[in-house]
């Protein structure tokens, strides 16, 4: 469904990104594992089309995506859920919402992309009207993934979804995710902890310092020496 | 200083050849020459205060104004001997600037500006009832009449040449430095221990004395003072174009920026009403297009690499 | 004084914050979106006012019918403006655009100053000046339609940036333009519609300070003067807070008119902005500064 070729991105002068390529099929989850600055979000932004690469393509479902603008992305259905939640706290959840339709189709059937959403996550459906600024962590990232819903994406990015959470919260996060995908999204999971990463994706690439280094079945992955020392936390 | 004494020969040389400049200029021209060194101060001292320090004044009016009347006042209702009238108005300017910064230095960015603009409209409608200095009607110079021009012309040399030297130590200097930490992030430089408030006072308080001073020298060459006149917006957006036109912030780009504003003004004298809106219209096609202004393009073209701040 | 003269004046006082506060709803717009305080935001609206008057010339309609025209001008200035100067200079430091909107205030004084001279303006509404009379005070008809239109902007510019997605969206960007960007919501083209939003709402409030004041091509600096005021009591951003500061910025006037006379009413207004400044500069009502 994705598919990264030959990638090199830049900032100005300095490059970030070395020679990337990888592949997510329709239906499946992937992994990417990287430490901070290693570039994972530098690839995210250049997927959703906010940092345009100085060579190599990015294919969509057979289109090229490389040259397009964010809206024009995330209306041929990849959505990014960005790290750090980035809610708008100053507006009510169900505002929070909508504003995830802004740049897609499901804005004209937004009661439609709402229902879906609150039947997925009923917490938020009881906190509609509440100002995002005034949830918790937990219940923040359901809003921010929800929100990443409502575009109806075919492709979800969730860049970092368990970053500052109790582990009884990522767990939850988690069990969001599996719906997400028995609904049919392809899913692309970025993180810095892979433990429960790995364990509900397909395959998985680590990237190291702009570089992919690993790649694999999640299972394998899971075995793998270095990406238990550096990416489990294991000695 | 290293970097000067190489230079100090080429630096006489030419002190020398502007204090002799009246002796072989016509009457025109040394009009012209008290204009552009005048302008050339105000504008140097604006231009540092805006790019360096990051407080852009938008009542440089406040201090002409004040520089004037007081130099006025002190000479013919007190007596004082006009050069020394000049310099105390200049003290004064500078007072007023020091109680000006506590209400006003508090203030961030756009806020301050809107802040200097307030604070010179209440002072302008003050004067404008103030009967003791005529209020709406002005007042007469009388103390300044016969006082020729070549008499004006080496108090604004020497205010351009001051101004420029002021902007270049201080710019070096230990105040200079924690400038331009505010400048560049206002919080960051308070957090690691510098005195916000003081630093921008000093600077504030300085740029207002040339100012003043420049006010007090203008008053003197025009004869007559009235408040519209004396505290015009007009003066800062013509020292606004001066430093913009030439490039905000460096030595040299007001020295052009100036030279501009002289010729340009001689050329639309016929035109009044053109030249604010001219001034205006210049002003935003630099700002958008070329904000670096003459100065900067000519060193970038020419690949120059200056010390700073020229 | 009496009485019956003094509530009076406190009647009309608050009327007259109404037109204040509706002069103030532009500027407030524009800063809390943008976060930049549109230095000839006052200029802007004088020259609303004299767009007014030369529809008014040519088609001889009423002034509020020339709104009609007047508006969508203005509407199309503050998209072009936006795109093509503010846009450009946001990205060079917090002060550019101040230097930038100062210069554009001169460059549209001046050229008002060319094209209508300086004569005083006024657009004539004479069924507005008559006297009226309701229990027992005299309210000026002008200063309470001047009330009215801001309670009625109001209303709108609330119900727009409620319900409609544009709205929401000039809500979130100030907020947070990253993730604006990242849910494909383009910051730009926000700024360029509310900057037209904004100037629309200036050319009302420039079409009722022109029916109820004279004005010349350089009144645009004490509106700017006197909106910034307001903008500043009632904190950067919110709407409600323009209202009330522009209740408390009518009222400064007409009371300092009462205790210091015609000629000092304008300077005891800015002291009391600046006073408000010193104290609390962030506003009464907080906001962000």
Redesign the interface.
Known sequence: MLEINSLNVFYGDLQVLWDISLKVDKGETATLIGSNGAGKTTLCKTIIGALPPKTGSITFMGKRIDKLSIPDIIRLGITIVPEGRRLFGNMSVRENLELGAYASETRKKIDDALEWVFNLFPVLRERQNQLAGCMSGGEQQMLAIARGLMSKPKFLILDEPSLGLAPKIVTKVYEVIERIRDEGVTVLLVEQYAGHALENSDKGFVLENGKIVIEGPSEKLLKDERVRKAYLGEE | MANLKSYYTYIVIALALLASLPLWVGGFLRDALILFFLYLAAAEVWGFM?KHA?I?S?GQQVFMGVGGYATAVLCMYYGIPLWASVITAGLLGSGLAGVLS??LL??????F???T???A??IR??FN?WEFVGAGKGLIFKGAYGISTTLIYYPALALGIVSIFSVYFLYHSKLGFGLRSIGADEDAASGLGVNTFRCKASCFILASLITSLVGAVNAIHHTYLNPTSAFS?SWT?NF?FVA?IGGVGTIIGPVIGSAIFVVLGYLLSQYL??S??L???V??AI??AI?EGVWGVISRKLKLKLKQPL | MDVISFVNLIFNGLLLGGLFALTAFGLSVFAGIMRVINIAHGDFAILAAYLALSTINFLKIDPFLSLLIVAPIMFVIGYLFQKFTINRVLPMGANQPVLVTFALSIVIQNLLLLLFTADARSLITPYLLTNVELFGLNPSPRYAAGFISALFVFAVIFLFFKKTYLGKAMRAVPFDSEAAKMIGIKSDVVYNYAAGLAMLVVAIAGVLLGITFTFYPDTGPMYVLLSFGVVVMGGLGSLKGSLVGGFIMGEALVLGGLFFGSRFQLMFCYLVILIILYIKPQGLFGGKV
């Open positions: 805006a990051g852009v938008l506590f209400p508090r203030l961030r960015g756009v806020y500006s809107i802040g603009f307030l604070a409209e209440v409608l003050f009832s917006i957006v606004l913009v009403g053109l604010l809106l001034e205006g219209l002003v935003l700002l958008i904000p």
